[in-house]
């Protein structure tokens, strides 16, 4: 029960070390005692624990050097699983299968984030999506990220966008 109440007031944020992801952690810097960064890597990802590094450091000067706690995670066999698990079946299913890897990779994060979250009774999760970024399905609001928010919302974490609405304007706010 006390790791429970510990966790309370704590935030994860799924972080890349960019613009957008930076900004969302210093929003919950205002609003949670502990920030929880997890940058996740992968086959195929470059410098994602150098990339991460470089705006923490940043976060740590403005907001203290106990504010941010950094986690990198491999997300490497989960992605190979929802990647490639029944892959067969599904072909001799459906005859042909449109692969998006980013969708399947996003999707991977977000499962390791659930049981990150779950295993720690962790009920706070934001990330760095915004609306101009929209494109991504994963950012989508019409797409996909109303059911990321539902799927979330079934594990009974409350997952939000604190920067979606920003946009554009993400580079100059984090500046401000």
């Known amino acids: 029960l006390e790791k429970i109440i510990k966790m309370k007031n ?3 944020v799924l972080y890349s070390g960019g613009c957008d992801s930076t900004l969302a952690a210093a929003v919950s810097a205002d609003k949670y005692e502990k920030v929880q960064l997890i940058t996740y890597n992968r086959s195929g990802f470059f410098k994602a624990r150098e990339n991460a ?4 450091e940043r976060l740590k000067q403005k907001f203290g050097p106990d504010k941010f706690c950094l986690k990198i995670i491999d997300v490497n066999n989960t992605f190979k ?3 490639y698990d029944n892959y067969i079946y599904y072909i001799k299913k459906y005859g042909s299968i449109c692969m998006s890897i980013c969708g399947l990779c996003k999707l991977a ?7 990150y979250c779950m295993e720690r009774s962790i009920t706070d999760v934001c ?3 915004v609306k101009e970024m929209s494109v991504f399905p994963t950012q989508n609001m019409n797409i996909a990220l109303k059911d990321t ?4 919302e079934d594990f ?3 997952y939000y966008n604190p920067v979606y609405e920003i946009g554009k304007d993400v580079e ?3 500046y401000d």
């Not at 590094?53 to 923490?56: A, E, G």
């Open 127 to 129: 990330d760095g999506a």
């Open 109 to 115: 994060m977000h499962w390791q984030t659930i049981l």
């Open 53 to 56: 590094m470089i705006n923490l």
């Open 81 to 83: 699983k929802i990647q």
């Open 10 to 12: 704590l935030c994860v």
């Open 149 to 152: 928010i539902k799927l979330y």
């Open 172 to 174: 100059k706010t984090l």
């Open 156 to 158: 009974n974490i409350n």
